[in-house]
């Protein structure tokens, strides 16, 4: 696999990983014990922690990421292995 492909990949894994990982410890302004600003949703985050946020991303994205390279050096899922039409027409 070219180092490209492993790029765009890991980037992609990335992206997916953010709406995984942004609602890990949020905590509401309520549950902070702080005061909301009128016209606040009562469901906003507290505080936005941006750096904390992008470095579990980062460790989340990169484990999945170790995971799917792993399987394509090692191939332990493979396509024919997903092939549900191949079953479907051998019966």
């Known amino acids: 696999m070219r180092w490209t492909s492993m790029l765009a990949i890991y980037f992609l894994i990335w992206a997916f990983s953010?709406?995984?990982v942004l609602p890990w410890g949020v905590r509401t302004t309520r549950e902070a014990g702080g005061e909301a600003v009128p016209g606040q949703a009562e469901s906003a985050p507290h505080e936005f922690?941006?750096?904390r946020i992008a470095v579990r991303v980062t460790i989340v994205a990169t484990v999945i990421f170790?995971?799917?390279y792993a399987n394509y050096v090692f191939g332990w899922i493979t396509t024919d292995m997903l092939d549900v039409w191949d079953v479907v027409n051998a019966e």
């Open 18 to 20: 953010v709406f995984l």
């Open 49 to 51: 922690a941006l750096g």
């Open 66 to 68: 170790a995971l799917f």
